[in-house]
């Protein structure tokens, strides 16, 4: 079975502040891992996924995620926040062994943006 | 815009009502899921449709829920005698190369 931890339901970072939003993952096999982003009454978004290629994965709007085996984490990181920013983050974890990928997910973090 | 469209946006129902919510996947996407978000929570998954076969049913999809995909093309979910634990985002899915695009969901308000 595959399981996600994010280890903050709340992250509150000030503009032009590094993001780091955290996430730890469980699984039987080797997982494709993927950071979705949710605005207000819009659809999920991929931000970025890993699929056993690079360790370190860049996604859109500058954000990127480095998959570290040995602590099972994939934490979100970015070097300057935005306004734009603030959202519901999900971290995901599938496994594609079955010939299909149902996706996982954790129970999301709240990115808050302070001017 | 990723594609993936739902119908109705919104839909607020009585209890023990019948409710019906389509999907309109991304063309040429041969796979189509269902999932269900609570407030709070991640989306949770319900079903998986491989074109018109449904080849997944998560535990979570009572047997008041019905799923169909009848042409492979747009698929249905069918919540029969709904109950207020039914209120929820439902969200949909289709799928290339195991990236999931995700359509804007339909939220259920059963009073």
């Known amino acids: 079975a595959q399981s996600v931890t994010q280890l903050d339901s709340h992250v509150s970072v000030s503009e032009g502040t590094p993001v780091l939003l955290r996430c730890n993952y469980s699984s039987s096999y080797s997982p494709s891992l993927f950071w979705y982003v949710q605005h207000p009454n819009k659809g999920l978004q991929l931000l970025l996924k890993y699929t056993s290629a690079a360790t370190l994965v860049k996604g859109i709007n500058g954000f990127e995620a480095e998959f570290k085996k040995s602590e099972t984490s994939f934490h979100l990181t970015k070097p300057s926040a935005h306004m734009s920013d603030a959202a519901e983050y999900f971290c995901?974890?599938?496994?594609?062994?079955?010939?299909?990928?149902?996706?996982?997910f954790g129970k999301g973090t709240m990115l808050l943006v302070s001017p | 815009d990723t594609g993936v469209s739902q119908d109705p946006r919104h839909k607020i129902t009585k209890r023990g009502q019948n409710v019906t919510f389509r999907c309109d996947p991304i063309?040429?996407?041969?796979?189509l899921y269902w999932y269900r978000q609570t407030l709070g929570q991640g989306p949770e998954f319900l079903t998986y449709f491989q074109n018109e076969a449904q080849l997944e049913k998560s535990r979570l999809l009572s047997d008041r829920f019905s799923a169909e995909r009848p042409k492979g093309s747009f698929s249905t979910l069918e919540i029969q005698r709904t109950e207020q634990g039914d209120s929820a985002m439902y969200l949909c899915a289709s799928e290339a190369s195991y990236e999931q695009f995700f359509g804007p969901g339909t939220r259920l308000t059963v009073l």
């Open positions: 063309s040429e996407h041969n796979r």
């Open positions: 995901v974890v599938s496994d594609p062994g079955s010939g299909y990928s149902t996706l996982t």
